[in-house]
């Protein structure tokens, strides 16, 4: 089943950077500019012939999210990777997103208050994905025994993409997550 990309939000945190750097490291050249708002890309592949892509120099030109939608599609095609895969690797950032994981490791609390940062497993964009947050107070309390008890949690926040690295920031609502 293919799965195609359409939510414009989602598609707007992608940077032009992030697909740019992408598309360089899979091959893609730069081949010239297009007007004064974005850039083609060709690659070619010995058995499909040549592909272009199309890409935005800024986020906020109202056809972005059409120009990335595309970008994805021919991705897909060229790489043979389902859309939900290549745009696990380009997102980094997703605002107000539910996270459903496990705890996999609590810090040790800070000094001065009940908090501490917490490490989440949990499904980002269709991949198993290590996810810290900070939590304080009942919530810290709660991932403890999320911890101990290997209980499934769930937690809202906004998730951002750091050196690889992704971490939910202003988490709220961190519940257990019962069946």
């Given at each position: 089943m293919k799965v195609t990309v359409r939510d414009a939000d989602i598609l707007k945190t992608i940077e032009p950077q992030q697909l740019k750097h992408y598309l360089q490291s899979h091959g893609w050249h730069?081949?010239?500019?297009?007007?004064?708002?974005?850039?083609?890309?060709?690659?070619?592949?010995?058995?499909?012939?040549?592909?272009?892509?199309?890409?935005?120099?800024?986020?906020?030109?109202?056809?972005?999210?059409?120009?990335?939608?595309?970008?994805?599609?021919?991705?897909?095609?060229?790489?043979?990777?389902s859309q939900i895969e290549i745009l696990s690797e380009?997102?980094?950032?997703?605002?107000?997103?539910?996270?459903?994981?496990?705890?996999?490791?609590?810090?040790?609390?800070?000094?001065?208050?009940?908090?501490?940062?917490?490490t989440l497993l949990g499904v980002v964009f269709d991949k198993l994905r290590l996810i810290k947050t900070e939590l304080a107070d009942h919530e810290y309390i709660l991932a403890i025994k999320a911890y101990q008890e290997r209980l499934p949690v769930l937690c809202t926040g906004d998730l951002i993409k750091e050196n690889n690295t992704f971490i939910l920031k202003n988490s709220r609502q961190f519940i257990l997550d019962n069946p």
């Open positions: 730069e081949d010239r500019p297009f007007l004064d708002n974005a850039t083609v890309w060709l690659k070619q592949e010995p058995e499909h012939g040549e592909f272009e892509i199309l890409l935005p120099n800024k986020q906020h030109l109202g056809d972005y999210p059409t120009r990335i939608q595309e970008a994805l599609k021919i991705l897909e095609e060229v790489e043979n990777r380009l997102i980094t950032n997703a605002s107000n997103i539910t996270i459903q994981g496990v705890v996999m490791q609590i810090e040790a609390p800070n000094a001065d208050q009940l908090s501490a940062e917490i």
